[in-house]
């Protein structure tokens, strides 16, 4: 048996929260924007229309739309953050 006392989860810094609130949000957003624009447009008809020798399927094509949207997502998140993290503080505006 271990006796160890519980002394509760350890706390994430900033930096990990930041990167995990990131990852998450742009995650959900990847995931809408694949919905909706696969919704309108078929992947096998995108990849005949970019490159027709290309043999491709559905789910490959969904597989790089999802990671697209998802990197893109991701881009925009990170570079709100920094923005937020690095704008100067409302203290020091009026100083």
């Known amino acids: 048996m271990v006796n160890k006392e519980y002394r509760g989860t350890r ?8 990167v995990a609130i990131v990852v998450w949000i742009s995650f959900l957003s990847a995931a809408i924007a694949t919905m909706l624009f696969f919704a ?5 008809e995108l990849i005949a229309a970019f490159d027709p020798d290309l043999e ?3 789910e490959a094509g969904y597989a790089v739309g999802f990671f697209f949207f998802w990197i893109l997502a991701a881009l925009c998140s990170g570079v709100t953050a920094w923005l937020v ?7 020091q505006q009026h100083r």
């Open 11 to 18: 706390q994430w810094s900033r930096n990990r929260q930041a």
């Open 56 to 58: 491709a399927g559905r």
């Open 40 to 44: 309108l447009f078929d992947p096998i």
């Open 85 to 91: 993290r690095t704008a100067p503080k409302r203290d």
